[in-house]
């Protein structure tokens, strides 16, 4: 995407997804100078459940969330700046995007010295946890594991809290109340057991389905809900780029979607280019840095 716009502020590129194709498409589109934003849920996706990675090139073994980190901490050296916030809508303004994220723990401190819970065990289920701790007089972590994928540093920081408390192998089976949250029911994986907690909110901070609703009405889709893209990963829209496993790649691979953002952040840098009448600077072989 190019020439977006979100919380008042321009960018050269909003990319949607913190995953492999978005964290490359990042790096790549930050070594071009671009403004980049990234908004996303979590880093990694489905790659940071992965405990063992064996077939990604340069790596003959690596934690997933930790090959995640480290394509996250490139593209920030670059200056991409990532936010954890979920985009609802992409409108198109003439040649510019419009793009609507939400914070979810932005409402947290309507929540002061009230009990809440916050489910996930990624950074920003351990961020909106610690977050949490300061304002809410009780917290309780919900996490389906019985250990976290966030950072080391983070997650002792965590336990370190006094008003927290956290529920390993649990998930919740319903969540109670009418106009108001007033509890949720929790499920051990293990044995089954159920535990009621009286709670006033609840934050979800985990999820990994792959959306493309909010660009429904700008691209091309498949039946599936899938982009439609050419082979430079663009779509029917001029200036919106997909790459990665919402799009008809029947591969869904960390290297293939890499390889996609890459294709696709260098297509959105020349289109950026050709827009504002500028000459695209493509020198990535013969021994030059890309």
Known sequence: MTELTTDQALYDVIIVGGASAGLTAALYASRRALKTLVLTKDI??????TNDVENYPGFEQVGGFELADKMKKQAEKFGAVIKFETVTAVDKQGEQFLVTSYCATCDMPLFRQKRVVVVGGGNSAIDAALYATDIASEVHLIHRRNEFRGEAVLVERLKSKPNLTIHYNSTITQIHGQE???????QNIEDQSLTELSVEGVFIEIGYVVKSEFVAHLVQMTERHEIVTNRHYSTSCPGIFAAGDLTT?????AVISAGEGCVAALAAYEYIMKQTGRQAINVDWGGARG
């Open 180 to 186: 108001r949250v007033s509890g949720v029911t929790l």
């Open 44 to 49: 990694g996706g489905q790659l940071s459940l």
């Open 249 to 253: 790649t029947p591969f869904k691979q």
